[in-house]
């Protein structure tokens, strides 16, 4: 069995303006094109509560490094009372959402994912010992390009949000 290893864990929360489906789409095309992630999307619920609702959405992608190494980031929104709104740009009125949001993302690295080490108890002994002597600053290699990819992701949701409030 692949060994798992969560690298990564953060979040970053927004209240106000913004489009939903224009950030949902943001983070999407960021995470499949910036990072190269193959994206499931495994949760999508909504609750309506009055005029709003609540979203919840989960996303789990993964990109194959190495033969050895993948990369696993499972993303969570948690919107809350998203609203339609009107608001005016320049002179236009313009149709958006105002809410809450909260992106949380966790960054798992997947040592060994094809199992080749995991034929006998030999064979994971050999695992230890070629990760901790023959590849170890590879894996911290690993890590830290996991770190950046997952930290950059959560940045630009961030800076998205933060830009698009205050457009």
Known sequence: MAEKEEIFSSKVGYNGIF???????????????????GISEDKYAEKLQGDSKNI???????KKITDYFKFQVKVQFKITGLAKVEV????????????????????????DYKGKFEKSGFQKFLRAIYEKWVIHA???????????ACDG????AKAYLDLEGKR
């Open 153 to 156: 992701f959560l940045s630009q």
């Open 19 to 37: 489009s939903f489906s224009e950030f949902y789409n943001f983070c999407y095309d960021w995470l499949t094109e910036e990072v190269g992630l």
């Open 56 to 62: 919840d959405v989960e996303w789990t992608g993964e």
């Open 138 to 148: 590879r894996i911290e290699q690993m890590e830290d390009k996991l770190v950046g």
């Open 88 to 111: 005016l740009r320049g002179k236009t009125k313009v149709r958006t959402n105002q809410g809450g949001v909260k992106v949380a993302t966790k960054g798992i690295l997947i040592r």
